[in-house]
């Protein structure tokens, strides 16, 4: 790419803010269901410390080469958000790019935990992401609703709660325009009930005999007073990366006795926070101890939106000013910009001519980078508030305007969504899609002649074999099971 580089996202360090009592230091703490930035000895919340979380993590960074190979591979350049770094590390985003380039299929694969009914752009920004995803791929997409995860995990909320607040959330991530030909949405709490989910169901129970206690317990932090279906629930948001937990997918019969081989082999990309890994860590160790072998889902992480208050603050639904809701009015939204956004900008006009701002703990100038795509007129803002040429003032009239603009898009499409669309989305079905029109690499034959498997990236040689074997035995008993009932018929 050859356009200015503007700043990446949320670099930011605000010690400014603080106006807490001394502390003491402490560090990050970063899993599942408690993201916390840390403070230094004074108690000022600093800056998420990302390289630092990857390096601790093992994943790997997103680099250029690998922007420049996307870019090469689909055709299409970087969404944003993968250029300014929102979008920062992955695992195996590369096998994802080998396997499109040979015409593969691939399934997406994200979620949300219902946790309140309404969103906010913290929220939406993930499944705009995917949603663009899916559009330069072309493939199939599942989306989560952990509303069992959520009761299990809040002992305020009941089940109907968060089953409430999951149709909620899927009407908020369908206005986002997702396609219905190519998107499965569901509830948990519905989908487990619905007799479409007997293999993912059973393939939840095969996992969760792979996994002792000792291994959840280091990945997630539990003791032994946890209540036991936070203990149990790691598998369901594991399995749901399985191709085969869903064969209605491909047409195929959710009710079969034996879950599809060939769908467990079939690859999966799973857009998350970074948060979210140690779930993904504990599937990618496992995915090949299946009965019916996947390859370890490849993962791209993004970083966790900056709050309004800034850097190191989150967006929480118990505070209404530290986030924009995608339920705001245009006041809300002008309120809340230039009275509760954290500002860069100097004390006075006169210092701010004199000294500048700083864009990189600016929030207004952070908003600007999610949503305005022209890098070149952002590196414009940058620069000009950097020297003090642009105010304050000027800054977050440009983000109040995009925010606007962007939140005015999203009622308007969300104002749609009926009841029975919602049903449309979350119905058991075949979906349809293309894929990649012009593979470039050869299909991967390796076990053509057992069968139809082909084996997916990630899969070993021998999982792979044991795929094909598998398949070709489910396919035999199923046709001994046909013929014998022919036969019982006449
Ligand atoms: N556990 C996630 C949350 O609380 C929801 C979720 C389920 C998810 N599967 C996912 C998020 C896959 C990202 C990708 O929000």
New binding site residues.
Partial sequence: MTEPEPPSVAALSLSETATTEPKGASEQEIN?WDVQAATDDQGNVLAFDYEAISKKWATNLIDKALLERFERVTGHKPHRWLRRGLFFSHRDLDRILDTYERGEDFLL?????P?SGSMHIGHTI?FEFTKWLQDVFDVPLVI?L?DD??ALFKESLTFEDTLKFAYENAKDIIALGFDLKKTFIYSDIKFYGSGGAGHFVTNALEFSKLITFNQVRGAFGFDASTNTGRIFFPSF?CV?AFGSSYPFIWGEDPQSDTRFAKLAAIPCL????ID?DP?FRLVRDNANRMRFPSPKPALIHSKFLTALQGAGGKMSASNPNSAIYMSDSEKQIKNKINKHAFSGGQETLELHRELGGNPDIDVPYQYLTYFEDDDEKLQGFYDAYKKGDMLTGEMKKECVDVMIAYVRKFQEARSKVTDEILAEYMKIRKLEWKGNPHPTKPKNTETKAEGETKPAEGLSKNAAKKAAKLEELRKKKEAAAAAAAAAGKS
């Fill in positions: 599942p694969y994200t979620g949300r935990g946790s993930p989560m952990t995860e959520k948001q749901a799973i857009p998350c926070a979210q779930y």
